[in-house]
């Protein structure tokens, strides 16, 4: 498994900037992208930023947000979200990379017919993806969001379409606000269909994206399973804290840990 670390660019409330110390002491290489919805820093400035620091990227984050539900109800609000989609899917393939991470839902209100809604939006996003031959990851998401936060439904969801131009983007940290099933049981439940994993701790109660072994996680357990479905890939940091507090929580004995796991 290899280890990556999330790249925030654009962010006035995250400068980049921050992050990078953190990535060089880890010896980290390869970022993911995510960028500012609203500043939307265009390709060649991106590039720039990652050739100052010699850095690679092997995927980027498509737009979130209440605008990204490709499960909401009307048919409007998905094209929408569809056409948000295909604007950053040419924006990912202009970076360089072939792995887009995309939200399925946005809405935490019930909705009976958030599971038909998503299936209907996924043929047109296959398509997007084919049509700019990258590879759409969907995120699993919250248990409280109205589609996304079960992780086994997703997976055979995305699985369905049978295409390699769509997969799943395991986010553990998600997955550890689930009260309901071990996250080590839900990586089980998905047979193998990882493309791509975010790697946060938290308290189990909200997304606070704390560096890895921090929180409540059980992080042996989570390796353990990683290990029986076969999972070879990338390893994310999606870790927003701050530089001091990483400079606190990232010692001798931590990187040792995680070595051993990402090594077993």
Not at 137 to 164: A, C, K
Not at 175 to 197: C, E, L, P, S, W
Not at 210 to 224: D, K, Q, R, V, Y
């Amino acid at each position: 498994m290899k280890l990556t670390a999330i790249c925030p660019v654009g962010f006035d409330n995250f400068p980049q900037v921050g992050i990078f110390p953190f990535v060089s002491r880890l010896g980290i290489d390869t970022v993911h992208v995510v960028r500012d919805k609203l500043v939307k820093l265009p390709c060649s400035q991106v590039h720039r930023i990652l050739a100052d620091y010699q850095l690679n990227t092997d995927c980027y984050h498509g737009a979130f947000g209440s605008q990204i539900d490709l499960a909401g109800e009307s048919a409007s609000q998905r094209q929408l979200a569809l056409d948000i989609l295909a604007r950053e899917a040419e924006f990912a393939r202009d970076l360089g990379v072939r792995l887009m991470i995309i939200h399925p839902a946005a809405s935490q209100i019930a909705l009976a017919g958030a599971r038909d809604n998503f299936l209907r939006s996924m043929e047109r996003l296959v398509r997007i993806m084919e049509d700019f031959d990258l590879c759409g990851l969907l995120e699993n998401l919250p248990p409280t969001y109205n589609y996304g936060g079960t992780l086994e439904t997703l997976s055979q969801d995305v699985r369905s379409f049978q295409s390699p131009h769509v997969g799943i983007c395991l986010d553990l940290g998600h997955a550890n606000m689930r009260t309901d099933q071990f996250v080590a049981d839900q990586i089980r439940a998905t047979k193998g269909f990882i493309h791509y994993i975010h790697a946060s701790d938290n308290d189990g109660q909200a997304d606070r994206h704390l560096l890895p072994m921090t929180g409540n996680a059980h992080w042996e357990s989570i390796f353990e399973a990683l290990n029986e479905v076969g999972y070879k890939g990338s390893i994310c940091l999606e870790v927003f804290e701050s530089p001091i507090s990483l400079e606190e929580k990232i010692t001798s004995q931590w990187h040792d840990r995680l070595m051993r796991f990402l090594s077993t």
